[in-house]
């Protein structure tokens, strides 16, 4: 059994997004099923639905376990492909897209807010800070969509343990990396990254309790399991809880 753009735009209607939201979508395409024109369609569909005022950003993430200050990222804004998947890649080479300057935690965003919610990125102290685009989110009272992905692919919550100054997330020290912008331009962003030799958590843990609260709702696109997460919501609440509990989330 397949699905085509009509029936997506008509299953995401059915979650309740209407013309000017703002989505940020993590997914998996193989969870659709048979979506006929891949990964195209599933980004038509969602762009229909949200319209020219709305706007649909993806993460373009590229960082790497190796990046610290021995081993410094390496980014340039258009050429750097991101291990996200698929229709992340699909919108980062959309024409009339436009990705945020950071070398590890990027976002790529098409649509009315999209200059909005990517400039600036590199100005962050860490990646997913309150001038990052995840933070954007909440602010511009969007959502969250976890297509086919649970918990853990949700890139915000590392925003939310930014924010609340959890001891774990970050490497102790910022480190200066040189990155290649928009028309050649050189940039050197001095960022703490993220501490890939942390304690290992558990994203999961939120998710019974933010559906319980009204944050987070369920449904289906083709045979995708959508979360549909309010991201002002959730941030508040995690950082709260993370600012209570720093260790919450660990395992």
Known sequence: ????????????KTMGLVPGD???IHSSLKSFGHVEGGASTVVGALLHVLGDEGTLMVPTLTGRREDSLSCPPV???LETRCWTGII???VRNMEGAIRSLHPTHSVSAIGGRKEYITTGHEKSSSPCDDKSPYFKN??????IMLAGVDQESNTSIHSCEEIAGVPYHLQDTAIDITITGYEGKRLIIRNRLHNWEKPETDFNKL???????????KGRAGNSLIRLIKARDMFEFTIDLLRKDPYYLLI
């Open 207 to 217: 998710d019974e309790v933010l559906e319980q609260k009204g944050i987070m709702k």
């Open 75 to 77: 980014f340039h804004v």
């Open 22 to 24: 703002t989505v940020l």
């Open 1 to 12: 059994m397949s699905i085509n753009e009509i029936q997506l735009i008509e299953q995401l």
């Open 138 to 143: 909440a602010n511009l009272e969007g959502y």
């Open 88 to 90: 992340p890649e699909t």
